[in-house]
């Protein structure tokens, strides 16, 4: 048994507009340097809890709009590889996009404009954490609570957690390998990826290698 227990916790977003928009890569770039941290947050991390409501490979919001509205492939292709979890902040994820877009405008002869209804509109999400009221000290009874929680529930304590335990980490593993002194089943969850597959087939895989290892 664990000494302190999991409580399970959602975030819930609420977005608006920024105020900010962007018709051409230099706007693009502007508006990447000026706005919220909470709008590099709704466009490129919380992008990936909508792909898991899609169809196709994960792309973030910049990337599909240079790609589709710009016509910039290349760059799509460059800011499509960006990895919202690789980064432990948003101003390391902002100051990446920005090295991109930046590289990307020294290389352009011509920088195409699009009318208003083709612009970026920059989104900002913001944040509250809130408790679902679920607290386990067992790993059975975690598994249980896994298997069964919503999506946003997942994709706060397995996805984004980066933002606040690390790259590469994650509440789970983190509750595991300190209160259940697991650290093997710690390190298999960490090896599970969020990109392979949704977030329903994720959570129970999740459960699954719990039950297994517990």
């Not at 979890?85 to 930046?102: K, Y």
């Not at 509750?175 to 093997?184: A, L, M, R, S, V």
């Not at 089943?185 to 990826?193: D, G, P, Y």
Request: charged share 25%; with cysteine.
């Amino acid at each position: 048994m664990a000494k302190k227990p999991f409580r399970f916790e959602f975030s819930l977003s609420l977005t608006r507009y920024t105020g900010y928009a962007a018709d051409n890569l230099r706007a693009l770039l502007r508006g990447l340097e000026r706005v919220p941290g909470g709008s590099i947050y709704h466009h490129l991390h919380h992008a990936l809890f909508r792909r898991h409501f899609a169809i196709g490979a994960f792309a973030n919001d910049f990337a599909v709009w240079c790609w589709k509205e710009l016509h910039e492939e290349v760059l799509g292709e460059r800011l499509t590889i960006i990895d919202p979890l690789e980064f432990s902040t948003i101003r390391a994820a902002r100051n990446r996009l920005i090295e991109e877009v930046d590289r990307h405008l020294g290389s352009v002869e011509f920088i195409q404009h699009v009318p208003h209804e083709r612009q970026f509109f920059f989104q900002e999400s913001q944040t509250f954490v809130l408790p679902t009221g679920k607290e386990v000290y067992e790993l059975p009874e975690f598994a249980a609570e896994v298997r069964k929680a919503p999506p946003d529930v997942i994709f706060h304590h397995f996805v984004v957690a980066v933002l606040r335990v690390g790259p590469g980490e994650n509440d789970f593993s983190v509750w595991i390998e300190e209160q259940c002194k697991k650290p093997d089943l710690a390190q298999k969850l960490r090896e599970l990826s969020p990109y392979a597959v949704d977030l329903f087939t994720l959570q129970n895989r999740i459960a699954d290698l719990v039950l297994l290892h517990a």
